[in-house]
């Protein structure tokens, strides 16, 4: 990956376009959609007006993420209205498109007009819209790209994954299409004892951010393998919104975000 441009966003750009920020992954089950709704919230309690829009097409969790599962948009002048959460950033979601039992089998086109509908949707009251979505770099990543245009884009890793070629393919994606990469950030990275909370690191440490800086991209921080932030994200209750000491990882991704 060559030629990448570390940047900032302004926390006064775009005054009357949105602020999207495009959260990806090389690969499924890194914690992207984890760390897409935990950012929202963080971003969110640093003062924006955030709107969440779960546009991953295999594996729609932020409905269950955000304590919202089963919830359905209502739709006013065509515009689908998103759904409101307890943490108060609006959801709206690819799984809220579908039935609950149903698998989302969607050939591209169809894909990138219902990315379409959650982007264009009633986000008048938003000013940044954190979009969770799928993992790799198919479709729905190329009409984000080319139609909706991010302000920039997150890439989330493991220690393990960022070894791997398929985070720096998605990194090469947004970067040749001229997306600006925000930063990287290492997730499960060590593992937190959920007895005495210290983190130790089977896979080494500094993995990330050295590749980070080899790759020319900011690195936003880490966040430790821990059962806390399993279980309260399988109880729809963010670990960004809690008061535990893990929601702090989170708040700290999020100030480095627009600084
Ligand atoms: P992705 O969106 O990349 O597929 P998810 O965010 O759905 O990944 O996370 C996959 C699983 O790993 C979920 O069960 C989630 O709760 C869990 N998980 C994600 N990040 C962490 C973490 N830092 N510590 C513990 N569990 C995590």
């Not at 307890?86 to 690819?94: E, F, N, Q, R, T």
Request: aromatic letters at 4%; glycine letters at 12%; hydrophobic letters at 45%.
């Amino acid at each position: 990956v060559a030629g990448i441009a570390t940047v900032r966003i302004a926390l006064t750009s775009q005054r009357t376009k949105k602020t999207l920020i495009a959260v990806a992954s090389g690969k499924g089950g890194v914690g992207k959609s984890t760390v897409s709704a935990n950012l929202a919230i963080g971003l969110q309690a640093l003062g924006r007006r955030v709107g969440l829009v779960d546009a991953d097409i295999y594996g729609p969790s932020q409905p269950k993420l955000m304590g919202v599962e089963g919830s359905r948009p209502t739709a006013k002048d065509k515009l689908l209205e998103p759904v409101a959460t307890p943490y108060g950033v609006p959801l709206l979601s690819m799984g809220q498109l579908v039935a609950a039992d149903q698998a989302i089998a969607w050939r591209g086109p169809m894909a990138a007009g219902a990315l379409g509908q959650l982007i264009d949707a009633d986000w008048a009251a938003q000013d940044t819209l954190v979009i969770d979505l799928p993992p790799g770099t198919g479709d729905v990543q190329l009409t984000m790209i080319q139609k909706h245009k991010p302000a920039g884009a997150v890439i989330v890793s493991t220690p393990q994954d960022l070894a791997l070629i398929d985070a720096r393919r998605a990194i090469d994606l947004f970067a040749k299409a001229g997306v600006p990469i925000i930063g990287l950030v290492e997730n499960m990275a060590g593992y937190a004892c959920p007895h005495c909370g210290e983190v130790s690191d089977p896979f080494g440490r500094g993995g990330a951010e050295a590749a980070a800086a080899e790759l020319g991209i900011a690195f936003l921080g880490r966040i430790p393998l821990d059962i806390a932030i399993r279980s309260a994200s399988d109880a729809g209750t963010p670990p960004a919104a809690r008061n535990g000491p893990e929601a702090l990882a989170f708040t700290a991704i999020a100030q480095r975000v627009f600084h």
